[in-house]
């Protein structure tokens, strides 16, 4: 079956630090791959997605290589700011496309 | 011109009533979602309906029943509320059998039980 891990939380980090939170996923086919954001108080947002083995998804300074022989999806920001405090939430979406599998969030804060 | 939209935002009511949460969406999209929030940020699937056909129905407790009256509307009643519910009610939206498509989600209804 399909199904994503997200590394657990919370992370603290301080402004303009490296940020890495792990994603590995199970799927039959050929998945398409997301990193959804979640400010507090709000709704998730679609952060960037990735819909084949290779493609890099990128916006706002994030970048997900989706890799396949490693079943990997990491998100990664060189230099994180406070604005950047979230919760992130990895998540593919099943062949079929409307069935969508979501990790369980890895909070970030980031410190001045 | 707000792509998902839940209502109410917030709602705080009495352990034993009955309340509904009604979601639109004016994306063109054919299928639409329920989740429910924890505490722990944990997003569980609840329902979800594809041209207001219910496809996926995870284990939720009957008390919970979706309506689907159109394709750009999910609603969502509950009976008899309990403590348990207390949670963020998440709706989303996506173009069903295009899995490079995303999902789209409302700012959340939280719902409290006194």
């Known amino acids: 079956g399909n199904s994503v891990t997200q590394m657990e939380g919370p992370v603290t980090l301080s402004e303009e630090a490296f940020l890495t939170i792990n994603c590995t996923y199970t799927?039959?086919?050929?998945?398409?791959l997301f990193w959804y954001v979640q400010y507090p108080g709000e709704g998730l947002q679609l952060l960037l997605k990735?819909?084949?083995?290779?493609d890099k998804g990128s916006n706002k300074g994030f970048e997900a290589t989706y890799r396949k022989e490693t079943t990997s999806f990491h998100l990664e920001k060189g230099s994180v700011q406070v604005s950047d405090s979230a919760v992130y939430f990895c998540?593919?979406?099943?062949?079929?496309?409307?069935?969508?599998?979501f990790g369980t969030g890895t909070s970030l804060t980031v410190i001045p | 011109d707000t792509a998902v939209s839940q209502t109410p935002k917030y709602l705080v009511t009495q352990m034993g009533n009955d309340k509904s949460i009604k979601c639109e969406q004016n994306?063109?999209?054919?299928?639409m979602y329920w989740y429910k929030q924890d505490s722990k940020k944990f997003l569980k699937i609840m329902f979800s309906?594809?041209?207001?056909?219910?496809?996926i129905n995870e284990t939720v407790p009957n008390r919970f029943s979706p309506k689907s009256p159109d394709k750009a509307h999910l609603n969502l009643h509950i009976n008899s509320l309990e403590l348990g519910d207390s949670a963020v009610y998440f709706c989303?939206?996506?173009?069903?059998?295009?899995?490079?498509?995303?999902?789209?989600f409302g700012d959340g209804t939280r719902l409290s039980i006194l």
């Open positions: 989303a939206s996506s173009q069903g059998g295009a899995r490079s498509q995303p999902q789209h």
């Open positions: 799927a039959t086919g050929y998945p398409s």
């Open positions: 990735a819909t084949k083995a290779d």
């Open positions: 998540a593919l979406s099943g062949t079929a496309g409307n069935q969508f599998y």
């Open positions: 994306l063109g999209h054919d299928t």
């Open positions: 309906y594809n041209n207001k056909e219910l496809i």
